[in-house]
């Protein structure tokens, strides 16, 4: 406490990783990641493949407010689910190609974002958390009871999949991937812009230190409820491709349970990474696809297990773990070549 | 800089009360900042300096009693408006962004008052535009080789220097650092009066400090606090020979 700010020397800290990664190792991981999900349905039953790159965008999308902003939102089922809903519609009564019912669910998603996000954001913790949850309870006790409009608890069936009379996309789920998959790695690109934005850096300011944002002349609340509408409206995305893919909307989407998952998926992979969220969504619909078709029965018990071994042993995560060695890892190699 | 009208009213707080459950922690406080002068908070641990510090920067909202920042009312209005009105502050315990590094801080503070922190579709290289005066804000308090360590890596004397040149990126007309050299070396504390003399030319300045080294060599004015109320004001030579004063607080201070 008695030294002087210049010669004393800086404690390194446990906690904080102090190299950041290199450029070229952000274009090598780029292109894998790009290889990997245009290879995806070549290994991959290609529905199973759409389900993890729409998880995926989903808990990336998530992560923009659990990783970023400090916010845990247990009711993103509400984005998903009502963009899925939305989609459906538009799709079904409109036929106007895929991509544009989905970006309508988006849409959608933000507006309905705007007011519950608005409440939300007063709050911050568990509360924020509560909330959430609340108004998502309300979407789904909404979708519920409005079955004249959401089919109740059978859902929407027979969605098409109209893209511009091309019939292999149509009719194929190999094909549709590829004619989907633009539209959930724009929605990566737009979550990786905008935790890189001048937006994104007051976003992690107001995480590390929400008063000293304000006292730097922030409007936190203002920035929580952007971010809060724009992760709703990537959610929306995720959630319009994963409607369109299963040519069905079930209440599910909407369920609390929805909400949880793509918490663990977020958490799984490792919040405030970004990229981790993907790592959590294959990991877990793989589990869960591979329990299934062997016939399992237990199967949220099995995930539930890896998820506790997970967090047990990475805390940061599994993508979250893998950053962190790596970072060490050239932190050391720096340091020693001084 | 910011033209200075000598006499002009900076700060200005009317019977300012804050009573936590009974608790009047500050109580019918009548303070006048003069524009431009560098005006001291002294009193003893519980006082109510960091108290009235959080009234006036919005952070507490009074009880009662009224709060100007150059004839405007911000009586109870949130920090960031306070903030944006040019009131900026630090804080006595250091309070900053632990994964970013002091650079990025520097920047952040920069964008604070304009709508650019709302461009989530641009590239945060943009906020690096202004390089040679976050370089500059970083050079004035001796963090230029740390420049790009995460600040939680940083000691806690730099942590103190960086909390002041993030007041500094503001550019504020009025400055209230609390407690700017808590914890610091006797040549820190040097180097920290010699900075605060300098960034104060033009400036208004409020600050609060026990150390009276501090205070004797920065104010132009002092407040006394005591119990949460005004005690004495003047002066640093009429406030320190005031005999309630003396009994209060200096006496165990300065004339140990």
């Known amino acids: 406490?008695?030294?002087?700010?210049?010669?004393?020397?800086?404690?390194?800290?446990?906690?904080?990783?102090?190299?950041?990664?290199?450029?070229?190792?952000?274009?090598?991981?780029?292109?894998?990641?790009?290889?990997?999900?245009?290879?995806?349905?070549?290994?991959?039953?290609?529905?199973?493949?759409?389900?993890?790159?729409?998880?995926?965008?989903?808990?990336?999308?998530?992560?923009?407010?659990?990783?970023?902003?400090?916010?845990?939102?247990?009711?993103?089922?509400?984005?998903?689910?009502?963009?899925?809903?939305?989609?459906?519609?538009?799709?079904?009564?409109?036929?106007?190609?895929?991509?544009?019912?989905?970006?309508?669910?988006?849409?959608?998603?933000?507006?309905?974002?705007?007011?519950?996000?608005?409440?939300?954001?007063?709050?911050?913790?568990?509360?924020?958390?509560?909330?959430?949850?609340?108004?998502?309870?309300?979407?789904?006790?909404?979708?519920?009871?409005?079955?004249?409009?959401?089919?109740?608890?059978?859902?929407?069936?027979?969605?098409?999949?109209?893209?511009?009379?091309?019939?292999?996309?149509?009719?194929?789920?190999?094909?549709?991937?590829?004619?989907?998959?633009?539209?959930?790695?724009?929605?990566?690109?737009?979550?990786?812009?905008?935790?890189?934005?001048?937006?994104?850096?007051?976003?992690?300011?107001?995480?590390?230190?929400?008063?000293?944002?304000?006292?730097?002349?922030?409007?936190?609340e203002k920035y929580k409820v952007i971010a809060f509408v724009l992760s709703a409206g990537l959610t929306g995305l995720a959630g319009g491709v994963f409607a369109i893919s299963h040519g069905f909307v079930a209440l599910t989407e909407l369920h609390w349970t929805t909400s949880g998952d793509v918490v663990l998926m977020t958490v799984l992979g490792g919040i405030g990474t970004l990229w981790g969220g993907a790592v959590g969504a294959f990991l877990t619909v793989m589990l869960a696809d591979y329990l299934a078709s062997s016939g399992f029965h237990g199967i949220d018990l099995v995930t539930g297990s890896v998820f506790v071994i997970v967090v047990l042993l990475f805390r940061r995560g599994v993508w979250g773990t893998v950053r962190h060695r790596w970072m060490v890892h050239r932190q050391r190699r720096l340091s020693s070549r001084r | 800089m910011f033209a200075v009208t000598p006499g002009r009213v900076a700060v200005r707080t009317r019977a300012l009360t804050k009573v936590f459950r009974g608790f009047r922690a500050v109580d019918a406080v009548d303070l006048e900042v003069r524009e431009g002068s560098v005006h001291a908070l002294v009193g003893p641990n519980g006082a109510g300096k960091t108290t009235l510090f959080n009234l006036l920067t919005g952070f507490l909202s009074p009880t009662s009693g009224a709060i100007t920042v150059f004839d405007e009312d911000v009586t109870g209005k949130p920090p960031e408006q306070v903030a944006r009105r040019g009131v900026a502050r630090s804080f006595q315990i250091t309070s900053l962004f632990e994964t970013l590094t002091s650079r990025e801080h520097v920047e952040l503070a920069l964008q604070g008052h304009g709508r650019q922190g709302f461009r989530f579709w641009r590239s945060e290289k943009l906020l690096g535009r202004n390089r040679a005066r976050v370089d500059e804000l970083l050079a004035q308090v001796g963090l230029t080789s740390l420049a790009d360590k995460q600040v939680g890596l940083l000691a806690y004397g730099q942590k103190r220097a960086l909390e002041l040149s993030l007041v500094l990126a503001l550019d504020p007309p009025v400055m209230l650092l609390d407690e700017p050299t808590a914890g610091m070396g006797i040549e820190d504390v040097d180097r920290t009066i010699e900075l605060v003399r300098r960034i104060s030319a033009g400036r208004t300045v409020v600050f609060v400090d026990h150390n009276m080294h501090v205070v004797g060599s920065l104010a132009d004015r002092v407040t006394v606090l005591q119990q949460g109320r005004v005690l004495a004001e003047g002066g640093y030579d009429e406030v320190r020979n005031d005999e309630r004063v003396i009994t209060a607080y200096l006496g165990e201070a300065d004339h140990a």
Do not use: C
Request: aromatic share 16%; no cysteine.
């Open chain 1, 1 to 220: 406490m008695t030294q002087s700010a210049i010669t004393e020397a800086p404690v390194a800290g446990p906690d904080v990783p102090v190299a950041r990664r290199s450029p070229r190792l952000r274009w090598i991981l780029l292109a894998v990641g790009l290889v990997a999900a245009l290879a995806l349905p070549w290994f991959v039953y290609p529905p199973v493949a759409m389900d993890i790159v729409a998880m995926a965008l989903f808990a990336i999308a998530l992560d923009i407010l659990l990783g970023y902003t400090g916010l845990l939102s247990f009711g993103h089922a509400a984005f998903w689910g009502s963009s899925a809903y939305v989609t459906a519609l538009i799709a079904t009564h409109y036929g106007v190609p895929f991509p544009v019912a989905v970006l309508g669910g988006a849409v959608f998603a933000m507006i309905l974002a705007l007011p519950i996000g608005y409440v939300s954001v007063r709050r911050s913790g568990i509360y924020f958390a509560m909330v959430t949850l609340a108004f998502a309870q309300m979407v789904y006790f909404i979708g519920y009871q409005w079955s004249d409009l959401t089919g109740g608890e059978n859902g929407l069936q027979g969605v098409p999949r109209s893209f511009f009379g091309i019939e292999l996309v149509e009719t194929e789920s190999f094909y549709f991937y590829y004619a989907a998959l633009p539209i959930l790695l724009f929605g990566m690109w737009a979550a990786w812009r905008i935790v890189h934005s001048p937006f994104g850096r007051v976003l992690v300011s107001i995480r590390d230190n929400s008063q000293r944002a304000r006292a730097l002349g922030y409007e936190v």
